[in-house]
């Protein structure tokens, strides 16, 4: 039985079944590739088990591998927490979060939920955009303390030691646009047949929950432009030459100020958005502060 484990040799083990093979763990730790070896054997012996196979040029886990890594990540999870939370005391009265956020996310939303860090003089914020299955890696290793996303986490990531997934608002969607349609226009959807109109792309859920909407009732508009970008999306609203499907969020300021028009609220259509979390020791209290924040300002406005 081990009296003592060699947490370099379970580092070394960790390093290789995340990037599974020695030579890109060894690259990435700057040591030899026959340094990794010799750890790994050393771990196997020291567990009495083999812990990888070699499957053509990869290095592929155990059973009894699996069981070990499950152990190491949180083990260097924790640490890495640990060092987190240690630096951030380090940086004095203020407190920091660092906020992932996935691109195709209105920028308005963004700025509305980091708002009052913005707005304090002793707290900071970070704020990193990406796609969702690069920033979900930053997440769970710490290196994020929330992320807001349009989709609640991956079922296989949530639950105990894992992530956990919010509820911040949910949003009406609009078709908005510079001119309101005709007084004498057909019941929504018919109106939209050969209307140009301006979508989210396909990897959006309101773009599946809306193609599915005009399908079913035999509708087919003039798709002038599939974007992510819910800022272009405005833009193009704001061009006059179509309307585009858009959460309020997205337009909230050019609604006030009667730049565009909701020309129509689709039925039944609302954009959700998440505030996705690790599972932490130490949670930041500035997290709970945001996601409460924004819940109290959209406490009206329902989808």
Do not use: C
Request: glycine share 8%.
């Amino acid at each position: 039985m081990i009296e003592r484990l060699n947490y370099l040799h379970l580092h070394a083990f960790w390093m290789v079944a995340r990037r599974g093979g020695v030579t890109r763990a060894a690259g990435e730790m700057r040591v030899a590739q026959s340094a990794v070896s010799t750890q790994i054997r050393a771990l196997e012996e020291a567990v009495g088990y083999s812990l990888f196979l070699r499957v053509a040029r990869r290095m592929e886990l155990t059973e009894t591998g699996r069981v070990v890594f499950d152990y190491a990540q949180r083990i260097f999870d924790l640490g890495g927490e640990m060092l987190q939370h240690l630096a951030d005391q380090r940086g004095g009265g203020g407190r920091s979060v660092r906020v992932g956020a996935v691109s195709i996310l209105s920028k308005n939303l963004q700025y509305v939920f980091i708002e009052p860090v913005v707005l304090s003089e002793a707290d900071r914020v970070t704020v990193e955009a990406g796609e969702l299955r690069a920033l979900l890696p930053r997440l769970l290793n710490h290196q994020l303390d929330v992320l807001i996303s349009p989709v609640p986490a991956p079922q296989r990531e949530s639950g105990e030691g894992g992530l956990h997934s919010q509820l911040l608002l949910e949003m009406p969607v609009y078709l908005v646009g510079r001119a309101a349609v005709g007084a004498g226009r057909r019941a929504f959807p018919k109106w939209l047949h050969g209307v140009p109109v301006f979508l989210p792309s396909e990897r959006s859920p309101l773009r599946t929950e809306f193609d599915a909407m005009l399908a079913r009732a035999g509708v087919e508009p003039k798709v002038r432009a599939e974007v992510d970008d819910m800022a272009l999306l405005r833009l193009l609203a704001l061009s006059g030459n179509g309307y585009a499907l858009v959460p309020e969020i997205v337009v909230q300021k050019e609604l006030e100020e009667s730049r565009l028009l909701r020309v129509e609220r689709v039925p039944g259509l609302v954009e959700r958005y998440y505030a996705l979390t690790a599972t932490r020791h130490f949670p930041n209290p500035l997290v709970g502060d945001l996601v409460d924040r924004i819940r109290a300002r959209f406490a009206g406005v329902r989808g």
